[in-house]
């Protein structure tokens, strides 16, 4: 079956470092990968989305890659800052009406 | 544009009652979609919808119902509410045009709890 891993462990950064989160998938042919923020007691809110025959995409501090090959994405988030704190979700999809969501993962920066 | 919004925030349920969670958008987005998540994991897809009048089931649908009768509304039926239903539930829309294909835009999330 279909399968999204992102780091179980929450991930502890100090301020101005990159932090580098992952995601992994098996039995899946994604045609775009995403990425989402998420705060307690909020809904997700969208970051990043890149395509399969993409390999990297930036916007601001976030860079985003995705290697088909391997199928994985990684997600930096390069001079971090404490409002960076957050839990990351991980999405694939093949089709609008197709997604899935990873776990995710809890970063939290320190000062 | 208010964007997607969820009605309750909050409910407590009883064992065997029923609820339906409302969700609507104006962006006029064609896809719809329910979410739960449970804590410290991710978010299950229970029902989408890629146009009014046209729903499918997603990964867990057992113990809900849906409709889409106009593009802006996408209702969740609870009926016979059990304990394994408490959760967040999160609706979400998309479309296949800008600014990002497919990119989902969602509601505060709902808070239920069956006892």
């Known amino acids: 079956s279909q399968k999204i891993e992102q780091n179980s462990e929450a991930l502890n950064i100090q301020e101005g470092k990159t932090a580098t989160l992952t995601c992994n998938y098996t039995?899946?042919?994604?045609?775009?990968l995403q990425w989402y923020r998420q705060d307690p007691g909020r809904g997700p809110v969208f970051l990043l989305l890149?395509?399969?025959?993409?390999k990297e995409k930036r916007k601001e501090r976030l860079k985003v890659t995705f290697d088909t090959t391997l199928k994985q994405s990684l997600f930096h988030i390069t001079a971090s800052q404490p409002a960076d704190s957050a839990t990351y979700l991980c999405?694939?999809?093949?089709?609008?009406?197709?997604?899935?969501f990873g776990s995710g993962t809890r970063l939290s920066i320190r000062p | 544009n208010a964007g997607v919004t969820q009605t309750p925030k909050f409910r407590i349920l009883k064992i065997g009652q029923s609820m339906t969670l409302q969700c609507a958008q104006d962006?006029?987005?064609?896809?719809m979609y329910w979410y739960r998540q449970d804590p410290g994991m991710g978010l299950k897809l229970i029902y989408y919808?890629?146009?009014?009048?046209?729903?499918d089931k997603g990964e867990v649908p057992n113990g809900y119902n849906v409709s889409r009768s106009t593009t802006e509304d996408f209702p969740l039926r609870l009926e016979l509410a059990a304990p394994s239903q408490t959760s967040v539930y999160f609706c979400?829309?998309?479309?296949?045009?800008?600014?990002?294909?497919?990119?989902?835009?969602f509601g505060p999330g709902t808070r239920l709890t069956v006892t």
């Open positions: 962006m006029n987005h064609n896809y």
């Open positions: 999405a694939l999809s093949s089709s609008a009406s197709k997604i899935i």
């Open positions: 890149i395509r399969e025959n993409e």
């Open positions: 919808s890629v146009g009014a009048g046209i729903t």
């Open positions: 039995n899946y042919s994604p045609a775009y």
């Open positions: 979400a829309s998309s479309s296949q045009g800008s600014p990002t294909p497919y990119e989902q835009y």
